[in-house]
């Protein structure tokens, strides 16, 4: 059984930067690709990043491209999401998801979830 545990959110002005980590535990999460996703208050969850099992492949939602960056490190079996330049619209509860997966793009869909970080950012 996956369990994921988010970590790194926070209070922030916009402008600031945060790291969020993601820890998998039970399993080896270099057969899983891992994605970020976000819930803002009132909102549908959405998308935000995902990253291949290997790191070789990764993808952005169009709002946070040249903001965000998505990295994993599989020896500690934890991917991070570096979040610069933050703004007041990117306050939200992120969410980890993973799914085995060994393709070269990153998975669609994710079968397990963290409980999720709070991330807000302060005008």
């Known amino acids: 059984q996956v369990q994921l545990e988010e970590s790194g959110g926070g209070l922030v002005q916009a402008g600031g930067s945060l790291r969020l980590s993601c820890a998998a535990s039970g399993v080896t999460f270099s057969w899983y690709g891992v994605g970020w996703f976000r819930q803002g208050p009132g909102k549908e969850r959405e998308f935000v990043t995902a990253i291949s099992w290997s790191g070789g492949s990764t993808f952005y939602t169009d709002s946070v491209k040249g903001r965000f960056t998505v990295s994993r490190d599989n020896a500690k079996n934890t991917v991070y999401l570096q979040m610069n330049s933050l703004k007041p619209e990117d306050t939200a509860v992120y969410y980890c998801?993973?799914?085995?997966?060994?393709?070269?793009?990153?998975?669609?869909?994710?079968?397990?979830w963290g409980q999720g970080t709070q991330v807000t950012v302060s005008s």
């Open positions: 998801a993973a799914r085995i997966y060994k393709g070269i793009q990153v998975p669609h869909d994710y079968d397990y």
